[in-house]
Nanobody
Framework: QVQLVESGGGLVQAGGSLRLSCVAS????????MGWYRQAPGKQRELVAS???????NYADSVKGRFTISRDNARNTVYLQMNRLRPEDTAVYYC???????????WGQGTQVTVSS
């Protein structure tokens, strides 16, 4: 089983920035599309960004222009640079591999992002 460990979350004021990291326990993680998801209380988990093996990104409309996904395949790691954060970005953020549009591995613990107004 591949284990996923997210880090980098925290409490920030609106307009601030955070950089999230996700490290997988096995290099197999690096041969598939990687994605960042988030889940707020009472809401469904949603995909916010993804990157192909070659790094081609895709973003949800809600974060486009503010978030940047990148990956380091040699380190089995995916990053999410989050700029101009808004209170509505508050959620637990998770990473996963994506196959046929579906998250593949068991979810990690996630990392909490809280944006104050």
């Amino acid at each position: 089983q591949v284990q996923l460990v997210e880090s980098g979350g925290g409490l920030v004021q609106a307009g601030g920035s955070l950089r999230l990291s996700c490290v997988a326990s096995d290099p197999i993680f690096s041969i598939y599309v990687m994605g960042w998801y988030r889940q707020a209380p009472g809401k469904q988990r949603e995909l916010v960004a993804s990157a192909t093996v070659g790094g081609s990104p895709n973003y949800a409309d809600s974060v486009k222009g503010r978030f940047t996904i990148s990956r380091d395949n040699a380190r089995n790691t995916v990053y999410l640079q989050m700029n101009r954060l808004r209170p509505e970005d508050t959620a637990v953020y998770y990473c996963n591999s994506i196959r046929r549009g579906t998250p593949y591995y068991n979810w990690g613990q996630g990392t909490q992002v809280t944006v104050s107004s």
